[in-house]
């Protein structure tokens, strides 16, 4: 059985103490984050907001001179709601400033630059405000792999990474963020008119209930069939979440010593925290 | 007197320093003095914290040790139950418990069950224990099981026939799935099933001591309770919040409870018994 009803008010609490916990941990108080307007990035900051106080959550909106006039309207209204700090900055200069040399780059090549030019200013913020950096990446991307490495898959803590977008939505709704970004097409909004469901081929709805059953229930190939789930459907999902193991993993390391961190020089991240 | 005081400590260890572990331990136990408890019952791995990996080593103490005798010292005033690291004489590590009472060590329980699966991985880096036995305590006589080893019902069937009643379980469970609408952590609902099962299976009382706070992202659930031989809750403490439960248990309801259920009087020893060599014998596991 597929049940992806939330006991909304138990996971905010289990999810605000996570950042509060992760943040100070980390020996922070505040925390920035890139609020791109839709409805993962608002859930991070609400989740952020109430776990450290408006006044502690830093929200850096990033604009390229290609994105929707509903993204910017959007974190704006985010940013209003919550009281929250935030700063603008373009990224238009530099990203185009680099594919001056590569006139020809494809849009793939151009969304991951933007990608990453933004993590690079969430992390630089990091430094300059003391402030951890929050990720926004929620389960259901994280496993297909739709999410550019080292750049919006870059976070210190995510609290949205064990969600899928399907629950996404119905804690964003709980907590209160605005109706018009919870029920807006999804977009990486890297080129105009881009939206997440046509690019990947299927709807969240689709794919989370597959990937549930797969991931969460352990469903092998066979019984997804059996459950009624289209077989080439099936097949094209699985070959994401294999094909993209990669980006979920630090860097393969060549394995000389005899002991190789990660393998076998095995300490918990929170280590004497 | 058949009516004790105890209280559990629903705490937030730090993961690997055993010092800010101890002084926790001291201001819980002081707290429970103040309020008139005789029992302190930790979390598994209370001195430690849990998902050690590595720091296994680092954090491990011989029963001998002067941090643990400095436990020794203020169980002269308290019962307590603790959760840490045992180094044996040939460096074997165990996830161990202690009751300590009157200055001394009163019985060690060493984990029997290390689950390595799912989220856990502690057979990589910890010794099994190989016993599982009651001893005698000012609350009646009590079994010590650590997390894993009550998901295995046959140690506390082993501790029931061994005349367990009191079980003490230190956990360090951490949630994990379900949360649907109107639910917990699937694994806490099926916690509270396991404690409420085994107090009227074995007319026992269940101590379930859990921790709280976070390790690498995984959320301790607390949740901490002490369920009467009748099956009911005695006691229970919020979830996700340290917190120190103070409960009262009555031995007199151990008593009526095995009146009323005398199932460990018709338990068939001989039978379980013959079956278990049966099985052994023809290989079945």
Redesign the interface.
Known sequence: MIDFSLNCELLRRVLTGFIANGVRKAGFERMVLGLSGGVDSSLSAFLGAEALGPENVWAILMPYRTSSPDSREHADLVVKHLGIQSDVIEITPMVDAYFEQFPDADHVRRGNKMARERMTILFDHSARLKALVLGTSNKTELLLGYGTLYGDMASAINPLGDLYKTQIRKLARHMGVPEVIIRKKPSADLWAGQTDEEELGFTYDEVDRVLYLMVDRRYELPDLVEAGFDERFVRAVFAKVQASQYKRRLPLIAKVSSRTIERDFRYPRDWGK | MSRHTIALAQINP????LERNLALHEKSAEEAISRGVHLLVFPELSLT?Y?????VSSVALPLTSLFIGRLRDLSRRIDLVVGFVEETPEHLFYNAALYLSKGEIQHVHRKVYLPTYGIFDEQRYLAEGGRIRTFRASIGRSAILICEDMWHPSTALVASLDGMDVLISPSASP?R????????FANARAWETINRAYAQLFTCYVVFANRV?????A?FWGGSEVIAPTGEQVAKAA??DEALLVAEIDHDEVRRARMTNPLLRDEKLEVTMKELERIKREGAR
């Open positions: 730090a993961l690997g320093d914290g998902f050690l990996k590595d720091i949630g799935g379900g949360l649907e609408e109107g639910k917990g706070g976070y390790e690498d992202g959320c979830y996700l």
